[in-house]
């Protein structure tokens, strides 16, 4: 290589010398704002040639002197990473080790690297806040979203902390912090429902429910959705009625009923704000056409609680006699009239009822207990000590309670939603031996 260098270095003097022999004449060169020299055509190409060579090195040099920094640097950010990447894998397998203290150090340790990494600060915020440390993790959390504004899991880590420490307004601004950046966040549209629930604000959940039901994506999420926006619908409208604002119940109630023609609380909700309105004999006929229309016991119920407030016990045993004449074979039916027998104090009508119930057909414990303090009432002890037995043991003043079909919580009163799993329209009355232990 060396010798092919001489080679066209030798070329390159010889044509020169050539050059110089033809061209003999001077060139004039004026230096700006200064002297004027004539200097021969040759030597003013060999200083152009030489100049040109020492731009060409001088680029060169400041090309390789740059890249060797470069690289330089590179190699000592990848150093770094590696150191970081180390700590941060002992802390995590720290944390899997449930090593609090030995988590903590080495995370403390990559913020010694590199106090703006991210997740070593968010994980001892996590670390904080599984000590119930709450002040400390909220700490952590808030420098986390200072280095990145946008960082979704620091804003929802905020929110945690602020719902755990009850500072719900404050938890919701975090919440649309985290909308305003991505609208279609379910996780962070759930939490705000649930924020809004507790709070009972029921308007806001309506368009939220609504939003949420656009985003989900199976068809089943969506068809469990529809159902939570109907028990928001409830909800309103249950508070709109205790609020006074009939009207707004009313078209409320009426709205579910088009919705979902089976949801009994809808029914009983229009039939409390017809009686609102003063309108008893509406709302009798209302009940009773409902049963009618939905054979549900719990409208039943009602329309008994109903009549007999109002005095009419004897347009409900005409009730339930037709009831039974359509169906003569509805034991449920005819066990209903023995509790209102009994709760009339018609004990031999009662008897008489509850004796003609096929036990093999329909048992359950409320009917062997309802009788067995028929039989005390009647001084017929041995009697009343059998049905007693049968029952379980079951003595106190008969009264059948409610229980949620879905998770089996039993209650003395009625309710639109089960207090335990939190579902509207689930209560039953319990004669069936749906809520048996």
């Known amino acids: 290589m060396g010798k092919i260098t001489i080679f066209i270095f030798l070329v390159f003097l010889a044509a020169l010398g050539l050059f110089a022999i033809e061209n003999k004449d001077a060139v004039t060169i004026k230096i700006p704002f200064g002297d004027i020299y004539e200097i021969p055509m040759i030597a003013f190409i060999v200083l152009s040639v030489t100049v040109g060579a020492l731009s060409v090195l001088v680029i060169f040099f400041i090309r390789d002197t740059k890249r060797v920094i470069d690289n330089l640097q590179y190699q000592k950010k990848q150093k770094k990473e590696a150191k970081i990447q180390k700590f941060y894998s002992s802390a995590l397998n720290a944390i899997l080790g449930d090593k609090e203290e030995e988590a903590k150090d080495a995370l403390k340790d990559i913020l010694e690297e590199d106090p703006e990494h991210i997740d070593a600060i968010l994980r001892l915020g996590d670390i904080s806040f599984n000590n119930k440390d709450y002040k400390a993790a909220l700490d952590y959390y808030r420098k986390a979203k200072d280095i990145d504004p946008k960082n979704l899991q620091a804003l929802l880590s ?111 909700g229009l039939a409390e704000v017809i009686l609102s309105k003063g309108e008893t004999e509406e709302a009798i006929n209302f009940l009773e056409k409902t049963y009618e229309q939905l054979k549900s016991i719990i409208i039943l119920a009602r329309l008994e609680d109903l009549l007999i407030n109002v005095g009419e016990p004897g347009r409900l045993i005409r009730f339930y006699r037709n009831a039974i004449a359509k169906n003569p074979e509805d034991n449920k039916l005819k066990f209903l009239l023995g509790k209102l027998y009994y709760r009339l104090e018609m004990v031999e009508d009662a008897m008489d009822l509850l004796n003609s119930i096929d036990t093999n057909a329909f048992s359950v414990p409320e009917l062997f207990s309802l009788r067995g303090e028929l039989y005390i009432k009647r001084n017929q002890i041995s009697k009343a000590i059998d049905d007693l037995k049968k029952a379980c043991g079951i003595w106190h003043h008969f009264r059948i309670q409610y229980c949620c079909s879905n998770c089996k919580f039993k209650s003395e009163d009625w309710s639109g939603r089960c207090p335990q799993c939190m579902e509207w329209n689930t209560y039953i009355l319990d004669i069936y031996g749906t809520c048996k232990a």
């Open 158 to 268: 905020m929110e945690t902390v602020m719902e755990k420490t009850e500072r719900h307004d404050d938890a919701l601004k975090c919440l649309e912090e985290i909308l305003d950046i991505d609208p279609e966040n379910l996780t962070a549209l759930y939490r705000k429902r649930a924020i809004l629930e507790k709070k009972d604000m029921w308007d806001d959940l309506l368009s939220l429910q609504k939003t949420i039901i656009k985003l989900e994506r199976s068809e089943n999420d969506k068809k469990k959705e529809e159902y939570r926006l109907l028990g928001y619908k409830y909800e309103y409208a249950r508070s709109s009625l205790e609020s006074g604002e009939l009207e707004k119940a009313e078209k409320a109630f009426r709205t579910m009923i088009k919705m979902n023609d089976g949801f009994i609380s809808a029914y009983l």
